[in-house]
T-cell receptor
Framework: DARVTQTPRHKVTEMGQEVTMRCQPILGHNTVFWYRQTMMQGLELLAY????????DSGMPKDRFSAEMPDATLATLKIQPSEPRDSAVYFCASGLATVHGSNNQPQHFGDGTRLSIL | TQLLEQSPQFLSIQEGENLTVYCNSS?????LQWYRQEPGEGPVLLVTVVTGGEVKKLKRLTFQFGDARKDSSLHITAAQPGDTGLYLC????????????FGTGTSLTVIP
């Protein structure tokens, strides 16, 4: 079965360091989502791409977070500088939106990057 | 503020019991999905409902979309330890592309 691949699976670093998380969406999918999951806030949408173009990044702190899709096979989420409050599990998901405005398509999630900022 | 509220937040039951999880909102959704997440993994889609009043069954799981498309429920009959996990509802709103808004989650533990 095709899967969304996220790397690294775990990351521990000190505050102030740059963190880069990578995601390989399922081949052929045209939408990519970045989520952050914490016990307190649950699953929060950070950014959303369609056909590699950013459509919504309103959930992302702009001063330190950035999300890009250099090509159709790679999505990245960067935090610079990182802070302890960024500690969470970050998920990437991909999907196939066939009709504009249609949102019945499933999102396929990776297994996440567990990030700890000391 | 969460767009979708789930209840209960935590549920611990004995194997063989029945249970219902609720997903409520004041917003109208064009579709609603239910996911199950196991520890250390990402959420996995269980079902999508798109029509108000729609009922879908997946073995011992029954999903219902409210008539007004503002709420949904998940009923599990004769729960088994394999049903243990975090259940998430996610609502899609027209004009937001493929974006879904996730609920607060229900953590279910089924005790053998």
């Amino acid at each position: 079965d095709a899967r969304v691949t996220q790397t690294p699976r775990h990351k521990v670093t000190e505050m102030g360091q740059e963190v880069t998380m990578r995601c390989q969406p399922i081949l052929g999918h045209n939408t990519v989502f970045w989520y952050r999951q914490t016990m307190m806030q649950g699953l929060e949408l950070l950014a959303y791409f369609r056909n590699r173009a950013p459509l919504d990044d309103s959930g992302m702190p702009k001063d330190r977070f950035s999300a890009e899709m250099p090509d159709a096979t790679l999505a990245t989420l960067k935090i610079q500088p990182s802070e302890p409050r960024d500690s969470a599990v970050y998920f990437c998901a991909s999907g196939l939106a066939t009709v504009h405005g249609s949102n019945n398509q499933p999102q396929h999630f990776g297994d996440g990057t567990r990030l700890s900022i000391l | 503020t969460q767009l979708l509220e789930q209840s209960p937040q935590f549920l611990s039951i004995q194997e063989g019991e029945n249970l219902t999880v609720y997903c409520n909102s004041s917003s109208v959704f064009s579709s609603l999905q239910w996911y199950r997440q196991e520890p250390g993994e990402g959420p996995v889609l269980l079902v999508t409902v798109v029509t108000g009043g729609e009922v879908k069954k997946l073995k011992r799981l029954t999903f219902q979309f409210g008539d007004a498309r503002k709420d949904s429920s998940l009923h599990i009959t004769a729960a088994q330890p394999g049903d243990t996990g975090l259940y998430l509802c996610a609502g899609g709103i027209t004009d937001t592309g493929n974006q879904f808004y996730f609920g607060t989650g229900t953590s279910l533990t089924v005790i053998p």
